[in-house]
T-cell receptor
Framework: KQEVTQIPAALSVPEGENLVLNCSFT??????LQWFRQDPGKGLTSLLL?????REQTSGRLNASLDKSSGRSTLYIAASQPGDSATYLC????????????FGAGTQVVVTP | DTEVTQTPKHLVMGMTNKKSLKCEQHMGHRAMYWYKQKAKKPPELMFVYSYEKLSINESVPSRFSPECPNSSLLNLHLHALQPEDSALYLC??????????????FGPGTRLTVL
């Protein structure tokens, strides 16, 4: 059974520091991995999607890497801002069930001014 | 437009009530999803509709009944719910088989409270 883990569960950094968020998964038979952001009581916003054949994806200050063989992905957020405060979730889509996302528990990020 | 809309935003219902949640997207997506999210937990998949047909049911109790009347609409009918069903219900959609179609777009959710 696929298990997705995110460490740390919570993170607080001063504004301007780079954020590093980790996601690990136990079964490398994935179709893709997605990173989402969720503000309290709100829906999820897709940040980046990495296909299993890719090593990384970039969008603005965000960069996500994927090492499928070791079951790891890392989300880097450069020069953090207070507006980056949110919960960040990673999710994998297994190869035997496209679209069926298996989520990690998330990392709650606070960026202090 | 990458918007998924959900109504109502909030819903309070008794255990004997019947109510429905509605989800709508106009992105031409042919896969739509219902998730349930409890506080401080990640979303859990409930149902997947692909081309208006139910393709995944994650062993959800029959008091939850999904319906996909057309390619843009997804409903979740609720009947005889329990207090432990109180949660944020999220709808999502994506486009199977299309370039960049894997990304799931989520709605803002319906906050359901069962008394």
């Amino acid at each position: 059974k696929q298990e997705v883990t995110q460490i740390p569960a919570a993170l607080s950094v001063p504004e301007g520091e780079n954020l590093v968020l980790n996601c690990s998964f136990t079964d490398s038979a994935i179709y893709n991995l997605q990173w989402f952001r969720q503000d309290p009581g709100k829906g999820l916003t897709s940040l980046l999607l990495i296909q299993s054949s890719q090593r990384e994806q970039t969008s603005g200050r965000l960069n996500a890497s994927l090492d499928k063989s070791s079951g790891r992905s890392t989300l880097y957020i450069a020069a953090s801002q207070p507006g980056d405060s949110a919960t960040y979730l990673c999710a994998v889509s297994p190869t035997d069930s496209w679209g069926k996302l298996q989520f990690g528990a998330g990392t709650q990020v606070v960026v202090t001014p | 437009d990458t918007e998924v809309t959900q109504t109502p935003k909030h819903l309070v219902m008794g255990m004997t009530n019947k109510k429905s949640l509605k989800c709508e997207q106009h992105m031409g997506h042919r896969a739509m999803y219902w998730y349930k999210q409890k506080a401080k937990k990640p979303p859990e998949l409930m149902f997947v509709y692909s081309y208006e047909k139910l393709s995944i049911n994650e062993s959800v109790p029959s008091r939850f009944s999904p319906e996909c009347p057309n390619s843009s609409l997804l409903n979740l009918h609720l009947h005889a719910l329990q207090p432990e069903d109180s949660a944020l219900y999220l709808c999502a959609s994506n486009a199977p088989g299309q370039a960049n179609g894997d990304t799931q777009y989520f709605g803002p959710g319906t906050r359901l409270t069962v008394l």
